[in-house]
């Protein structure tokens, strides 16, 4: 799980809003993305 720091810094500059609430498909999304890059690897 990636750390508060970074999870701060995505919420703010993907809804623009620290506190907002993570919308259950963009986490989706994003492990999907990880998943993706470390086949890259």
């Known amino acids: 799980m990636p750390s ?7 919420t ?3 809804y623009g809003d ?3 609430a993570l919308v259950p498909d ?4 994003y492990l999907e993305w990880c ?7």
């Open 4 to 10: 508060g720091d970074y999870m701060r810094f995505r």
């Open 12 to 14: 703010v500059t993907q």
């Open 18 to 20: 620290a506190n907002h």
């Open 26 to 29: 963009d986490v989706l999304n």
């Open 35 to 41: 998943r993706v890059q470390a086949r890259l690897k």
